[in-house]
């Protein structure tokens, strides 16, 4: 019977030492309970190059529905942007269609007392993107659901590539492009988008879930 139990004891603690291997969180930036997985790298290299470049003006297409229970799924990026901003006097600009959408990351945003840093806006993002007057130091796209359907493949990948052209004459030399959910089967939301800046002078800096461009001017001091 103790042996039993001894197995059942070991069981027990492989599977927790599992998890919190699993667990990747952005601590201390962010709680430790939040596990942002598969952006955490990414996000922790944005933070490192937005501290870099002093940045002031981050927008991002896609706001976090979910608010923070959603880091793991969606990856909550409206919130940690918006702390980032809090604490560099910088602001978040986060669009999106859906009224839901807007609502929840709204509450969310409340509870983290972000008011004054984060401003969403209930629109259509390229419609949005066309009309942004200001130079943006840090672009994050991550509107249009990618799904296993190849039409709506098709349509997110068109549709990020839009916003990239509406906006892109407000991107500068430091500015810096990311996008999610891109290691998925035909590229991901970024194909068209990597596509393109990759015939303008950008390069890659971290091709994972997320993908990661800077200008080939870009220098992460020059902003100091
Ligand atoms: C994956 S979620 C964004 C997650 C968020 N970036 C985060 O980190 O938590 C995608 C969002 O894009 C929005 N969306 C879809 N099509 C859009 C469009 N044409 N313009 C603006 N937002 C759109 C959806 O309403 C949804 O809320």
Same mark, same amino acid.
């Given at each position: 019977?103790? =042996?039993?139990?001894?197995? $059942?004891?070991?069981?027990?603690?492989?599977?927790?030492?599992?998890?919190?291997?699993?667990?990747?969180?952005? /601590?201390?930036?962010?709680?430790?309970? /939040?596990?942002?997985?598969?952006?955490? @790298?990414? *996000?922790?290299?944005?933070?490192? $190059?937005?501290?870099?470049?002093?940045? +002031?003006?981050?927008?991002?297409?896609?706001?976090?529905?979910?608010?923070? +229970?959603?880091?793991?799924?969606?990856? !909550? !990026?409206?919130?940690?942007?918006?702390?980032? !901003?809090?604490?560099?006097?910088?602001?978040?600009?986060?669009?999106?269609?859906?009224?839901?959408?807007?609502? #929840?990351? #709204? @509450?969310?945003?409340?509870?983290?007392?972000?008011?004054? *840093?984060?401003?969403?806006?209930?629109?259509?993002?390229?419609?949005? $993107?066309?009309?942004?007057?200001?130079?943006?130091?840090?672009?994050?796209?991550?509107? =249009?659901? /990618?799904?296993?359907?190849?039409?709506?493949? +098709?349509?997110?990948?068109?549709? #990020?590539?839009?916003? %990239?052209?509406?906006?892109?004459?407000?991107?500068?030399?430091?500015?810096?492009? %990311?996008?999610?959910?891109?290691?998925?089967?035909?590229?991901?939301?970024?194909?068209?988008?990597?596509? =393109?800046?990759?015939? +303008?002078?950008?390069?890659?800096?971290?091709? !994972? /879930?997320?993908?990661?461009?800077?200008?080939?001017?870009?220098?992460?001091?020059?902003?100091?």
């Amino acid at each position: 019977m103790n =042996y039993v139990f001894w197995f $059942l004891g070991l069981g027990i603690f492989g599977f927790c030492i599992g998890k919190f291997i699993k667990h990747k969180s952005l /601590y201390p930036f962010m709680p430790f309970r /939040y596990d942002f997985r598969k952006r955490r @790298d990414t *996000f922790k290299l944005v933070l490192e $190059l937005l501290n870099r470049t002093n940045a +002031k003006v981050i927008v991002e297409t896609g706001t976090s529905r979910e608010g923070l +229970k959603g880091a793991k799924s969606n990856g !909550a !990026a409206t919130i940690v942007f918006g702390k980032w !901003a809090q604490k560099n006097q910088a602001i978040v600009h986060s669009v999106d269609i859906s009224k839901q959408s807007i609502k #929840h990351a #709204h @509450d969310e945003i409340q509870k983290q007392g972000l008011e004054n *840093f984060v401003q969403l806006h209930l629109s259509d993002s390229i419609s949005f $993107l066309k009309n942004f007057e200001s130079q943006v130091d840090f672009l994050y796209l991550d509107s =249009y659901d /990618y799904s296993d359907d190849l039409e709506e493949q +098709k349509k997110s990948q068109l549709h #990020h590539l839009g916003e %990239l052209k509406a906006i892109e004459h407000r991107l500068h030399n430091n500015s810096i492009v %990311l996008i999610d959910d891109c290691d998925l089967p035909n590229g991901g939301k970024g194909k068209l988008v990597v596509e =393109y800046l990759l015939q +303008k002078n950008w390069k890659i800096l971290v091709n !994972a /879930y997320q993908i990661l461009l800077v200008n080939n001017n870009f220098s992460p001091y020059g902003h100091l």
